[in-house]
């Protein structure tokens, strides 16, 4: 970060010399911006949208529920007593009339196409509405308490491992290519191929070894069953049934991401600089500072903040393979009872955060690269 | 052609493209015989079988080589048939015309474990009366023990396991457990080994009646490969697994690799609204999110595998994949001999598909191949949340039902390891020849 505030300090040095490229700057970039966000704005309603109607099935969902509420309301009828006292004909307009509200209540009595976008309006006002069939743990069905209470177990667990495992692998990859061709070297090039499989698939393995054979670790969930009452102890069964996620996890991507990062590191030490400053006798981690890291971190910053909104997604298999509670397994089981409510708003909330990031992500740049202008030349592809 | 040689030259000097190789060679070799030995229709007949294919079948058996590395051996099924041969039967005529039909079905049993289950499939024909037969049960040191008597009707089944008037005269042990002991009153203890003897009396009331039995004495083991909780032999779901996982990533690779290239030299080439255009259309597919709509896709509209294929490649066409290679077509589109070309007046899709397509290709090939095994696992990965192809036999499907069926808890480890098994190597043959390959294509790369 210290590095970031340097060019800013350079950025205000030279903003006194020229008064008028300031104030050009400075409308480049309002301008710049004010295009951006509307673009990306754009992008995100036509994302949900999208996600709208195939949620939706195109409106089939529609006559799924409308068929639900015919059949539910018909069961009511049937086995309710006080109804057995009606004639035929008062029982079937009653019915009507009961089916109608139900109706009402879900806006099935507005066409599709109408209701599409009153979805859409609610879903970019962020107004999540109430689920069709999931309740959250506490009884509700509001769909923004439902994702709230799964978030937490998903951040716990893809937030410790992908922080985790992206500071391990840069460490790894920089020693690596510090120590290019030596054993080390040669295991993570010959296990790279192993990031092939992903992660339940080792999730599966570890269940085999740890939980059937060994018995020593839970085969999935969250917590012990039933949790333990203090604290202390609620987190230390957490710890336990995060060991074997983590090291599937770990072992899916560690090899490869270590790989990539330590060929790229290599390709940028090979730079004619590098060997500038090597002959000018530097300490090889002000090397490895000044002149490896420092030029890629726009590189680093960007996978940082694509690991930031992964997070935020859960994954469906991996979470389902070891039980946790997250969201991934949420919006699998919510495709599964057709509950569109809930996959819109896993939906719009990624693509939320991911145009935000898309978005500071421009200026993260220029904060970090010198050579990038904020709605330069470049500025035109976004 | 040169280059390819020069190319596959290149490779041999790499030991784990040439292992890639070998293991890619060997799933090709399995996938035909595939093919060849179980016909499609064949495959997919078996798979969708119920009990009346694989009643011969034991559930949950693991597969026999087990027994090669287990000091204890386990059984293997037994199955011996009246109308085959394998069992012996004898028809003597009474005065009436009536027929007495004895089955004899004799049997070496020199394992340590009983058997799971043990079942006789009648098949009988009367036109009013039904036979009734006696079984007895003849152990090597000489006890007989009567098992059962009933009427038999056209086609019945007797499962030891279920006999529980059997289980009380056997001191409360399980049939298929008391049968093998030598005292069932003292409980569980090692089977007597050597020849058993089941016999099966048979009393008929009309003259023509007849009747065929087929005794099964299902065993632990079963096949090169096991089986599964419906009796189903995993050799099958194993062997046609790989053709349709090899097809499935090779397609979708294929698909998305070259559909991104055309896209992409066409963006570089005509720019202005094209090019822009299909820049926004990258930026709502990086919103939507990938899997969650495979799921939908798959739960919603069709569990077809080619439905399933056709979206992914739709949803994997505009990634990263399209800026990267517009960022290359950008600098090729500069270059001499496009310039020349567009002299001579060459149409806008002579120059993509003659000039600008083929410049990238050896970029193409390894990015060909490393995308493999993502996609053969994406497809295992649906079927383990319960949403591959229902018809086709698929290694994702074994393990979703391993899954379902609880084989970690019970310990049935073959069921998920064989498919996983597969599954790895041809993950690893894949990306071992694609990191290969983008050495000797990719320049930057060399020699690090």
Known sequence: ?382 | MKTLQNTFKELTRYPSAIFGLAIIAFLIILSIYAMVSIPYSEAIRLWRGGEGIWYKNPKYAAPEWINFIRPNKLPTTIYLSSQAGSAEKTITQDKQGNNAITITAKFDYPYNTVPPDMAIYFASKYTNKQPYASITWLTPDGREIRVADFAVAQSEVYWFSQDTKLQRRLAGLEPQQGLFMLDPSAGLSTPVKGTYQLNIKVITFEPDTDLDAEFILYGRVSGIAGTDHLRRDLKIALLWGTPIALAFGLLAALGTTVTTLVIAACSVWFGGWVDSLIQRITQVNMVLPFLPILIMVGTFYSHSIWVILGATIILSIFGAGILTNRAIFLQVKESAYIEAARAYGASSWRIIFQYLVPRIIPTLIPQLVVLIPGFVFLEASLAVLGLGDPTLPTWGKIINDAQRNGALYAGLYYWVLEPAALLMISGLAFAMLGFSLDRIFNPKLRGL
């Not at chain 1, 460490?171 to 990031?195: C, E, N």
């Not at chain 1, 890291?293 to 389902?320: D, K, N, S």
């Open chain 1, 1 to 382: 970060m210290s590095e970031a505030t340097v060019s800013v300090e350079e950025i205000k040095g030279q903003a006194p010399v020229k008064r008028k490229a300031a104030t050009r700057t400075l409308s480049r970039v309002a301008r710049y911006t004010g295009t951006r966000l509307v673009i990306l704005f754009i992008t995100v309603v036509i994302g949900v949208y999208l996600t709208i109607l195939i949620a939706n099935m195109g409106g089939y969902v529609d006559q799924i529920q409308r068929g639900q509420i015919q059949e539910a309301v018909s069961m009511q009828f049937a086995n309710d007593p006080t109804f057995k006292t009606l004639s035929a004909e008062e029982k079937v307009t009653r019915m009507s009339e009961t089916i109608q509200i139900q109706e009402k209540r879900l806006g099935l009595d507005k066409p599709f196409l109408l209701r599409s976008f009153t979805f859409l309006r609610n879903a970019l006002t962020l107004n999540l509405g109430r689920a069709l069939q999931m309740a959250s743990d506490s009884g509700s069905k509001q769909v923004k308490l439902i994702i709230l209470e799964r978030l937490p177990a998903t951040l716990v667990l893809f937030g410790t491992a992908n922080l985790l495992l992206f500071f391990a692998e840069l460490i790894i990859a920089l020693s690596l290519s510090r120590q290019y061709g030596s054993f080390m070297d040669k295991v993570f090039i010959t296990l790279s191929p192993t990031s092939a499989a992903p992660g339940w698939f080792y999730g599966i393995f570890l269940i085999l070894i740890f939980a059937a054979l060994l018995h020593i670790l839970p085969f999935g969930g969250m917590v012990d069953a039933p949790p333990p009452s203090s604290t202390i102890g609620y987190l230390l069964s957490m710890l336990k049934h995060m060991i074997l996620p983590l090291t599937a996890i770990t072992l899916s991507q560690i090899f490869l991401n270590a790989y990539t990062w330590r060929t790229f590191f290599l390709i940028y030490s090979s730079e004619d600089y590098v060997e500038m400053a090597k002959a000018k006798g530097l300490h090889s981690r002000e090397i490895e500072r000044g002149y490896i890291l420092r030029p890629t971190l726009p590189t680093i910053v960007t996978t940082f903040t694509f690991i930031i909104i992964g997070m935020w997604t859960g994954a469906p298999i991996f979470e389902t393979v070891f039980q946790w509670p997250g969201l991934g397994r949420q919006i699998f089981m919510a495709v599964g009872l057709y509950d569109t409510p809930v996959i819109v708003g896993s939906t719009i909330i990624y693509a939320y955060l991911l145009v935000i990031t898309v978005f500071l992500l421009d200026f993260i740049y220029a904060l970090v690269d010198p050579r990038v202008k904020v709605g330069g030349s470049e500025g035109r592809e976004g």
